[in-house]
């Protein structure tokens, strides 16, 4: 069994004299004696009720509640109340944040992405398009401390602002390549003009393309130019639902490899770093596989117990 032979003989003593018991573990030096169950049960039972209106505080420190407990007379450690909160997984310091869409089209627009997304039509190619808007140039005012053995990479908080670009990109869901353009603003005709780049980038075929409710993506110039260029459809994410955009995705990734620990002196540098990111990860990009079916993105969608994470792209880049 790979035990030392000592070890054999100190379990076979422990079961001849205590049967099944002895085969329990001992109380071990320095552990904390057991607390009683109904004082466990009362803090976890104040745990769960807002504090008293007199601490004027919105949710429980473990300090505070142990004072709480003491004004009952029931005195217990801070580092007491501390434990049990994380034997039981109960964070009251912490706070996460969902929200509702309200859209009445909401199951179908879901189903109609996610539908893109597992099922894509047959000869088509399926883009997710979207804008980030006021990219800012921040140049930091003292050079960047490089990582060493023991300690990060530092950086100086302070920035001077030189200007602001806006992203648009195309993010093709079935080769993970990105299509892309930085203007100075991002109005309908930016988007036009990015929309007629990306159908030039994809020449006779049939495009699917997924965008949020952003009022530029429905102005009345680009349904005139879709009305006369049929092979582009756009697929609309449900209202506060643009996290089933894909295209968030790789902002999330460009914005922590390459901008948020950049310092950039102008725009043009800005815009630079962008592109030599974009060309690079055009080389090594992989597929966006999205996991859940439509049911499962819709019941998270209207359940904010059980969103925690609210798109599920999973790939590796």
């Not at 509702?100 to 088509?124: C, M």
């Not at 001077?160 to 093709?172: C, P, Q, S, W």
């Not at 620990?261 to 990860?281: N, Q, Y």
Request: hydrophobic letters at 40%; aromatic letters at 8%; proline letters at 8%.
């Amino acid at each position: 069994m790979g035990c030392a032979e000592p070890t054999v003989v100190t379990w076979r003593r422990r079961y001849a004299e205590f049967g099944l018991a002895g085969l329990e573990d001992l109380p071990r030096p320095g552990s904390e004696s057991p607390l009683p169950e109904a004082l466990r049960d009362r803090v976890l039972e104040l745990t769960l009720t807002a504090p008293p209106t007199q601490f004027g505080a919105t949710h429980w420190s473990s300090r505070l509640l142990a004072a709480a407990l003491a004004a009952e007379g029931t005195p217990l450690s801070h580092a007491t109340v501390a434990r049990i909160w994380h034997r039981f997984g109960v964070q009251p310091w912490r706070a996460e944040t969902f929200k509702f869409s309200t859209d009445p089209q909401l199951e179908g627009k879901i189903r109609d992405v996610v539908g893109l997304y597992l099922h894509p039509p047959a000869k088509a190619v399926v883009l997710c398009v979207d804008e980030k808007p006021q990219l800012q140039a921040l140049e930091r005012t003292a050079p960047v401390l490089p990582v060493r053995p023991g300690s990060a990479e530092r950086q100086t908080f302070d920035y001077v602002r030189h200007g602001t670009t806006t992203l648009f990109a195309a993010l093709e869901v079935a080769t993970g390549k990105v299509t892309d353009a930085c203007t100075e603003r991002h109005r309908h005709q930016e988007f036009l003009a990015f929309l007629q780049q990306v159908a030039a980038a994809y020449p006779r075929r049939e495009l699917h393309v997924v965008v949020d409710n952003y009022a530029t993506h429905k102005h009345p110039a680009v349904r005139a130019w879709l009305a006369r260029h049929t092979r582009v459809t756009l697929h609309f994410t449900p209202t506060s639902g643009s996290w089933l955009n894909l295209a968030e995705a790789f902002f999330s990734i460009i914005t922590r490899q390459a901008l948020r620990r950049g310092s950039f002196p102008t725009v043009a540098d800005l815009i630079a770093a962008i592109e030599r990111f974009i060309h690079a990860w055009n080389d090594r990009c992989a597929p966006f596989t999205w996991t859940k079916d439509p049911d499962t993105v819709i019941a998270k969608a209207t359940n904010p117990r059980r969103r925690k994470t609210q798109a599920t792209p999973v790939t590796e880049h």
